[in-house]
């Protein structure tokens, strides 16, 4: 990444400015094509001179069939001052310092050559003040002329800052929207996520535990890093750093949600041995979960990519404590007994507890 250091500031700062590329975003949203006729797509995360999001909705605008498009721009957009000033005829000291919103309920092929592309697009954002307007405030998700967009929105698809991942997760669930939108994997394991996972209100999109070049304002100064980066036809010194671990979430159907995990293995009590404190089994990869275990398992956070609600039960998450309480011993949640994941008194990773719906025979 961009350097350890670098990366906690841009956290502590509250300003994730990673931009998406192209081809991830559409090789994700592939598989939500069916769930966008006639809707109103937010993106409120993104400067629609910069944004990835913008322009893959842009461009597919006709195809997809949707009804609106909405961006919105925070006031620290390194980019939109560029053009915002010779649209509104801006005279500022630091003219980037300017939030706005873009609405659009058309594409056309407007430099008649064919085809739409972002020549046309560019065209209409510049040619018709009525589509680009400025934001009274600072463009902010959580400020309210945006959350009037958000009530406006049928599904919300962006790449939000990761230090707000909590707050925006929780937003999104508030106002009761549809949304696709990336994070990091580990959010799994927040206490303000998982139970939104267990109680399948959001979900694992098709990808997951990715490591994903970003356009970002921080210099890439890691050679390995920058050799990854260089592989993948990206230029580190533009400051586009890889970042892993990223995992899309969304509460949309997609066909990957219900495909069955096959399981090959059975269980023995040598193999999958129980924890300390109360009655599960642990379990170390997701390849190796038993078919015919009828009983709790403990399953890493990997498991996530493989949920299947027709096939297994969430019941709870633990590493040094259970989130949600779900268990007891002896009358008394586990969370009084410290350590709920022991083997042999060894402490394990975190967590994931589930029980299979229909263990098979053996």
């Known amino acids: 990444m961009a350097g350890n250091a670098d990366l906690r500031a841009a956290n502590r700062a509250k300003k994730d400015e990673f931009y998406t590329q192209l081809d991830d975003i559409a090789r994700e949203l592939k598989h939500y094509k069916q769930h966008f006729n006639g809707k109103v797509v937010l993106c409120n995360c993104d400067d629609p001179y ?21 961006a919105t721009c925070y006031d620290g957009s390194p980019v939109a001052g560029d053009e915002l000033p010779l649209l509104f005829e801006i005279e500022e000291a630091e003219p980037k310092k300017i939030a706005y919103k873009v609405e659009i309920t058309e594409v056309q092929d407007y430099n008649n050559d064919g085809a739409v592309n972002l020549a046309d697009v560019q065209y209409l954002i510049q040619n018709d003040k009525n589509v680009l307007s400025l934001l009274k405030g600072n463009g902010d998700f959580r400020s309210q002329e945006c959350i009037e967009l958000l009530k406006e929105a049928d599904i919300v698809v962006t790449n939000p800052p990761f230090s707000l991942f909590r707050e925006y997760i929780a937003q999104l669930i508030t106002f009761n929207k549809k949304f696709v939108i990336l994070g990091n994997m580990n959010a799994i394991t927040y206490k303000e996520i998982f139970p939104l996972l267990k109680d399948n209100k959001i979900w694992i999109g098709n990808g997951f535990n990715l490591s994903m070049v970003f356009k970002t304002t921080y210099a890439n100064n890691l050679e390995a890093n920058r050799q990854y ?18 995992a899309w979430f969304t509460n949309l159907d997609i066909p990957k ?12 009590p040598e193999e999958y041995p ?38 297994f039960e969430i019941l709870d998450a633990a590493n040094r404590y259970l989130l949600l309480d779900y268990f007891n ?34």
Not at 50 to 70: H, R, V
Not at 229 to 246: H, L, M, R, S
Not at 257 to 268: A, I, V
């Open 50 to 70: 910069e944004s990835n999001f913008f322009k893959y909705f842009a461009l597919n605008f006709n195809q997809l069939g949707l009804k609106k498009l909405i």
């Open 229 to 246: 980066v260089k592989n993948k036809g990206y230029n580190p010194d533009e400051n586009y750093v890889k970042t892993p671990a990223i």
């Open 257 to 268: 949600r219900h495909e069955q995990l096959d399981l090959f293995k059975h269980y023995t």
């Open 274 to 311: 129980k924890y300390d404190n109360f009655d599960a089994i642990n379990v170390d990869k997701v390849a190796d979960i038993p078919m015919d275990y009828e009983g709790v398992m403990g399953v890493p956070i990997t498991y996530m990519d493989k949920y299947n609600p027709d096939q």
């Open 329 to 362: 011993v002896n009358d008394r949640v586990v969370k009084e007994h410290g350590h709920c994941c022991n083997i042999n008194g060894a402490s394990t990773y975190f967590r994931i507890l589930i029980r299979n719906k229909k263990p098979q025979k053996p």
